[in-house]
């Protein structure tokens, strides 16, 4: 289970989609900007995080760690 990135370049901001944990086939919206991030899920709007939003946190780490071995 992890986030697909929707738009934007890799390591960039964009839009994620993130697979539902409690309804299985259905996915949330995440739009990762930092410091600006919104999920759609009900969970973000009480807390302003949520699991689907650190899951785009690991993958744009993931996204810029293989960045950088490129660069290597
Ligand atoms: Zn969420």
């Not at 929707?6 to 390591?11: I, S």
Request: hydrophobic share 45%.
């Amino acid at each position: 289970m992890s986030a697909l990135r929707l738009t934007g370049p890799a390591g960039g901001a964009g839009v994620f989609s993130v697979p539902s944990r409690s309804a299985p086939g259905s996915s949330h919206a995440v739009t990762w900007a930092p410091p600006f991030v919104d999920c759609s899920c009900r969970g973000f709007g009480f807390r302003g995080h949520c699991w689907h939003a650190g899951r785009v946190a690991a993958a744009v780490l993931n996204e810029t760690i293989a960045l950088e071995e490129h660069a290597a």
